[in-house]
């Protein structure tokens, strides 16, 4: 998204000292690219939690172990969205967590959380510990969903962010295709019929612990944020990470001008809520709930920002009522009852499911910011339609006779992984950067969390019906994903405009509330000048900066006179 907020400035003088950006950005600072791989290991974490089970599900010795709740449909689809409906809650609880204990120890926190959930599935002995233990790991997965990519967005130089998100939706699509293959080799342990040890299903679980213990420890060595370390006062601290990140000396002009921008939104971020609760200024944890509450209210309170909530949510409404989660988790029976034989085979093409989605992600984080969001979300929109249309003719056909008909029943494999593809390089990425970017900035955290809620309740209702679906509908169960996901390129193509490369001013034209950036904005100037930060727009390279031990001289007036 284009220009606004603490970049209002210095924002070129900053580019113009920065290294490349991008991936070029990432592979030429060392650092960045070790905060980089770091913030993949979450998303593989994320990715892997969410293709895991559903190979699980068909393992005939975890089925021989929880026959009471995989064969019963209702049951089944309690099994395996229950996780969601923790991760839903997992979500609501980070916001403050991380603002309270850090974004650092929050995913420390989720980590314990997380490993607590697996150990418990790992050792069951009975359905009701796979609930308990699910319901667990999904508390910690929705709180790293969330809390790692806001601690490496916080620490990473500007002009490498929008590729840790993209890396970041790679390594969600490599955690799921990893997560099948691990699926299918665990399926021989013991053998794939009566003989099959439990090993097969609890070393499957058991693997997610390695990325996150990993995580979890690695994330003890890492500083602390310095968006974070400047809301709470460390100003100084905040300045020697950023100067450790970028190899630079802290009085540097690029260390400078990216410390100020910080101090400048959270100074602005103070100011807008001093004009709007003046009365719930005075820090007690009562105040504090009640300034989180009005501002998540303020958002039902205006026309445009109600538009905004509503794109947003609807955007992960439709995303998960495409049906990819359906696919993701129950894949393997999806493909026996598309008449392929044997757990073996089934789990086999459930892997290709995983290789197509994370090769069809790659070249949308490349290209999205050229082409745009709405053709990449319309156009795989109406593929992933069109797919669950013709496996549903082709499943209303020949659901009787596969053996008979081989090819039909490949050719709907093939139109599975066609779905795959088409979520992979759009839906899957794009919504999340629209939901992200649709935002004015003093509600933009909380706009985000309403989204993403969104997503999390959603995935939870899809895991749940899904079963119950396939087993009474059939392949009405194709049909009814295959006009939802029509009706989101419907959405998008009449309901949401075109977001790439607007600017803030340009957002609210187009989302009925001119005037709303450009009001923010002469507030954010006025801050940025106060604390100096205007001083790095001059075209003297060799001006001298403003001196910090100045800058906090600044702080207590500007709250004071909001």
Known sequence: M?????????SNRRKNLAGPSGWAGLLANARVFAIAVFASLGGLLYGYNQGVFSGVLNMKSFDNRMASAVDDAGTKGWLVSILELGAWLGVLFTGYLADKLSRKYTIVLAVIVFCIGVIVQTSAFAPSSIFGGRFV?????????MAVPLYNAELAPPEVRGSLVALQQLAITFGIMVSFWIDYGTNYIGGTGDSQSEAAWRVALALQLVPAIILGVGILFMPFSPRWLVNNGHDDEALQVLSRARRLAPDSDLVQIEFLEIKAQYLFEQETSAIKFPDLQDGSWKSNFKLGLYGYLSLLQSRPLLYRVAVGSLTMFFQQWTGVNAILYYA????????????TNSLLATGVVGIVMFLATI??????????????????????????????????LYHDSWDSHVVAG???????????MAFGYSWGPCSWILIAEIWPLSVRGKGVSIAASSNWMNNFIVGQVTPTMLEHINFGTFVFFGTFSFLGGLFIWYSVPETKGLTLEEMDEIFGSAGMAAGEQERMHAIERQIGLDAYNDPDIDRASPVHSDIRKHDDSLIEKA
Request: proline content about 4%; aromatic content about 10%.
């Open 363 to 396: 070249p949308a984080v490349i290209w999205v910011d050229k082409v745009g969001r709405k053709p990449v979300l319309i156009s795989g929109a109406f593929i992933m339609a069109g797919c669950h249309i013709i496996v549903a003719v082709l499943t209303g």
């Open 2 to 10: 284009g220009g606004g907020g603490a970049n209002i400035v210095a």
């Open 410 to 420: 490949w050719a709907a494999c093939a139109f599975v992984w066609i779905f795959a």
């Open 137 to 145: 790991t999904g508390l910690g997965v929705g709180s790293l969903s």
């Open 332 to 343: 393997p029976s999806i493909f026996q009852d598309l008449g392929l034989t044997g757990n």
